[in-house]
């Protein structure tokens, strides 16, 4: 099923062309979506049966309405570093640094304040440095979850989306150089696990314009998402509506202000954040 939140954070589930208003259905309070998308998560199994039946619900098509970022304020973002074989190949060719994979660096935290929804914008704070796009496969976890195995993690995601890690290239740590304001835009809804099935045999592409920048298959991925969360697990209390995200392919590359940057992903959807200069910048 895919379900997204859409205007003033109202909950939608989304068929082909048009989006339905599920809300009253399961209780949702649109002034407090991500206490009620937990809520939601923890009685799926008891409302998904009536969801099914979203084709009775006020709907309107979903050309006509703005979505929002599918998990609005997680306690966390967890995000794997070069978690590509090539694009590892790739980070040392273009800086001349060498890169350990995920298996020596582990992982790094975004701030969920970075956190924007389809159509909005990135702001680049600085014209004298340059920012990447990174498209990635990302989850929501559905329960609490500590010290879980690789071979019981699908138990814990409750839905998969798609992300844009934007990346400020230099020496500072990780945290810093992607948490700005905006720097992860996500969407364009939440699909949930059983209808993804197997998240490691996903198509991921990203374009920057016109331009097809990134081509590559989440079956490439050094730790799938199973392991990632595992890896996570293993150092801190995952809660639920925390976001992982698996990391990027190769064919990283630079965004400028007047950019529009789409992301696609098979069996998920696809979405597009348009680039400009921070307000700060243009005073």
Do not use: C
Request: hydrophobic share 40%; aromatic share 10%.
């Amino acid at each position: 099923m895919k379900l997204a939140l859409f205007n003033d954070y109202q909950l939608g589930v989304v068929s082909e062309d048009r989006i339905y208003d599920v809300g009253a259905w399961v209780d949702w309070r649109a002034e407090r979506p991500q206490e009620s998308l937990v809520r939601l998560m923890a009685a799926y199994d008891q409302v998904s049966s009536r969801l099914q039946g979203f084709a009775e619900a006020p709907s309107q098509p979903l050309a006509q309405v703005r979505l929002r970022p599918p998990v609005p304020a997680p306690s966390k973002i967890v995000a794997a570093p070069v978690n590509y074989y090539r694009h590892q190949d790739e980070m040392n060719r273009q800086f001349n640094n060498a890169e350990h994979t995920i298996e020596k660096l582990g992982f790094f935290l975004k701030a969920p304040s970075s956190i924007i929804g389809p159509g909005d914008a990135v702001q680049l704070p600085r014209a004298d440095r340059r920012f990447d796009h990174e498209a990635e496969l990302a989850f929501v976890v559905g329960r609490r979850a500590r010290h879980v195995s690789a071979a019981d993690a699908h138990k814990y995601i409750f839905a998969y989306f798609a992300l844009m890690d934007i990346t400020m290239r230099g020496i500072e740590d990780r945290p810093m150089r992607k948490s700005f304001d905006t720097f992860t835009p996500i969407g364009p809804w939440l699909v949930t696990a059983d209808e993804v099935e197997n998240p490691h045999e996903l198509g991921l592409r990203l374009w920057v314009n016109d331009d097809l920048r990134q081509d590559a298959n989440t079956s490439d991925l050094i730790y799938d998402s199973y392991q990632f969360f595992a890896l996570a697990s293993s150092v801190m209390t995952l809660e639920p509506g925390d976001i992982l995200t698996t990391g990027t392919p190769e064919g990283v590359g630079p965004i400028h202000p007047g950019d529009t940057v789409r992301i696609e992903i098979e069996r998920i959807g696809e979405f597009s954040v348009g680039v400009e200069a921070e307000q700060s910048q243009q005073r």
